[in-house]
């Protein structure tokens, strides 16, 4: 229930929507109340004596019903056809506009969660949460929110008129109530365990299959096709008989209800046929009771319905606010201020990290790194090469110790104006759907024209766009997959360009890539790095022999820090990496004159 309370107050500022769709729905519902009392009318007063009645009053009698008649349709044309118009309209305004809201509200709160969060959750799962289950939170809003009113309001005013045509029927009619009340409260909680069972296996299934699509290469180079079909199929499967108990759910709940209010009328019939062979009731008065029956009865079947769809909706609602309720690992202080007019001067002072309780992976590191400075981060995988340097933009925090930007701790600042002053250009770059220009605004989304083609051509980048037809509007298709792998790159660095950053993070940026395209990115970033504060993380030794300082770290540790020369001299572990790089180097280049 704290979760639909939450939800409600996503309804609360469309309250007024509920009340136009609530007094459609009336209109809608109650006019065709009219009809059973005409009928009555139309059967005791002319039907029964059209046998002997005379040519004159029946001519009467005809000029009435069809006056009646068409007063009738008069109504329903212009008063039921408006208000069925009006129920519908705003009950699919409520639902789109709190949808809407919702679905807004919960994309902002996951962009805001931390690195650690998209380290923990598939990405498939978090887009099921994001598009399937508030599109399931959308049924509670078109059936729930409108109809509990409407068939409310309903059955209390048809309980008033059906008591005073007569009593004893409307409490046989009431006397299903229990049951029926019974079979919900026993149907509902399943229904909703159920749903959950089935959304929670849905999030896995779609994490795997965008795992799987994204992979397809992989999976087709090793030829997995047959098994990863049978995988797919037990994952189905499994699903498939989750969904099929909650149908086996919903079928029960419509037959038992359905048996219940279609026993109802039986019963009626015949106590009332009694009725009227007593003279306690007319045949007119029984037809009308009878119809209007049936109007109690639809309510009832409605809500029987709602109950399925309030289940299901609430097991997706919970899932929601599940996410909600996750926070931040990363978080501003409410005194945090903008970072302006950088200098570039960054200290590690003291600083440890880990991923959780049993996984230290920097230990005590203490660096202080000079406005305009290029520091090379140099150890083997796991070394915490890539864990150091995500902890300057704060995609994670540190455990103990602190990093400082000229002299003031990066938790004083906003994340944004602190990432602002931060460029990153990754190993593997990432691009997303649409045009190159799209992308290039990435760096800085106000960017003009002429200072999008100055950062293109800063980055060697101009001259290929210009290539394509379509230039900088060229379409790159998903995660850029219509450009080479050194394209994608330079326009990364292209982006890098345009923002302006005091301080640069270079991700092993030219490691996967062939010579020719190595060779134009090195120049670029050469570029780039003049006059910023720059952390290197390299693989090839050979890109970073002219920085001012290069950094060994093992096991999470600084083990060395000095020049190019500094380390050669000591003799130690850089000495090693370079020694097995350049052999290596220089074997294979023997072997290939040799050949």
């Known amino acids: 229930m704290s979760s639909f309370k939450r939800f409600l107050a996503y309804v609360k500022p469309y309250w007024y929507y509920i009340l136009f769709a609530a007094f459609g729905g009336m209109i809608k519902f109650v006019l065709p109340m009219i009809f059973p009392q005409l009928m009555r009318y139309f059967m005791d007063e002319f039907l029964v004596n059209a046998a002997v009645i005379n040519d004159t009053l029946r001519s009467e009698y005809v000029s009435k019903i069809s006056y009646y008649s068409a007063v009738l349709i008069a109504v329903y044309f212009f008063i039921w056809i408006p208000g069925v118009y009006i129920r519908h309209k705003y009950s699919g305004k409520l639902a789109q506009s709190v949808i809407f809201d919702l679905r807004y509200n919960l994309y902002r709160h996951i962009q805001r969660m931390s690195a650690s969060y998209f380290d923990h959750n598939k990405s498939g799962g978090i ?44 409490l046989i009619s009431l006397a299903i109530l229990p049951f029926y009340i019974i079979i919900i409260k026993t149907i509902g909680q399943r229904v909703k365990r159920s749903s959950l069972l089935v959304q929670n296996e849905i999030e896995d299934m779609q994490g795997d299959i965008q795992e799987k699509i994204s992979g397809a290469n992989v999976i087709r180079a090793f030829t997995m096709e047959k098994q990863e079909a049978d995988r797919f199929a037990q994952k189905s499967r499994k699903l498939f008989d989750f969904n099929m108990t909650r149908v086996k759910l919903s079928a029960a709940n419509n037959a038992l209800n359905g048996f219940l209010i279609k026993i109802a ?29 049936g109007m109690f009865y639809m309510p009832i079947e409605r809500f029987s319905q709602l109950n399925v769809v309030f289940s299901n909706s609430m097991a997706a609602i919970e899932r929601v606010f599940e996410v909600f309720d996750q926070t931040p690992d990363v978080q501003e202080s409410n005194s945090a201020g903008k970072l302006e007019n950088v200098k570039g001067a960054v200290e590690f002072r003291n600083v440890s990290f880990a991923y959780n309780e049993n996984e230290k992976i920097l230990t005590d590191i203490n660096l202080k790194v000079e406005p305009g400075e290029k520091i090379a981060f140099v150890g083997a995988s796991g070394a915490g090469k890539s864990s150091l340097v995500n902890l300057i933009p704060r995609f994670y925090d540190v ?38 220009k799209e992308n290039i605004l990435y760096g800085k989304k106000d960017a003009t024209a002429d200072e999008i083609i100055k950062a293109a051509q800063a980055a060697n980048a101009y001259d290929f766009i210009m290539e394509f037809e379509a230039g900088f509007e060229t379409e790159v298709g998903e995660r850029g997959s219509m450009l080479s792998g050194g394209q994608k790159q330079r326009l990364t660095i292209t982006r890098a360009f345009l923002s302006d ?93 040799s050949d």
Not at 568 to 582: A, D, M, V
Request: with cysteine; aromatic share 8%.
């Open 127 to 170: 887009v099921t949460r994001l598009i399937s289950d508030i599109q399931m939170c959308q049924n509670m809003l078109g059936n729930a929110m409108t109809n509990i009113w409407i068939d409310g309001s309903i059955l209390l005013f048809l309980l008033v008129i059906m008591f005073k045509m007569d009593v004893v029927l409307t």
């Open 265 to 293: 009328p039986v019963i009626i019939v015949w106590f009332a046929s009694l009725s009227v062979l007593n003279g306690r009731l007319t045949i007119g008065e029984m037809t009308a009771f009878y119809a209007y029956l």
């Open 399 to 436: 455990s103990a110790g602190e990093i400082l930007i000229d002299n003031q701790d990066i938790r004083d600042f906003t994340l944004k104006s602190l990432r602002e002053n931060i460029g990153i250009v990754l190993q593997e770059a990432i691009l997303f759907s649409g045009s190159l």
């Open 501 to 593: 950053p005091a301080i640069l993070i270079l991700d092993e940026a030219t490691s996967a890539l062939d010579s020719r395209s190595e060779n134009l990115i090195q120049e670029s970033l050469e570029k780039l790095m003049e006059g910023r504060t720059t952390f290197i993380i390299a693989h090839r030794l050979s890109t970073i022999m002219n920085v001012d300082k290069i950094v060994v770290l093992e096991n999470g540790k600084i083990k060395e820090v000095g020049t190019h020369q500094q380390l050669l001299q000591q003799n130690g572990i850089y000495t090693q990496y370079f020694k097995e790089q350049f052999q290596e180097a220089i074997k294979y280049s023997t072997e290939e004159l």
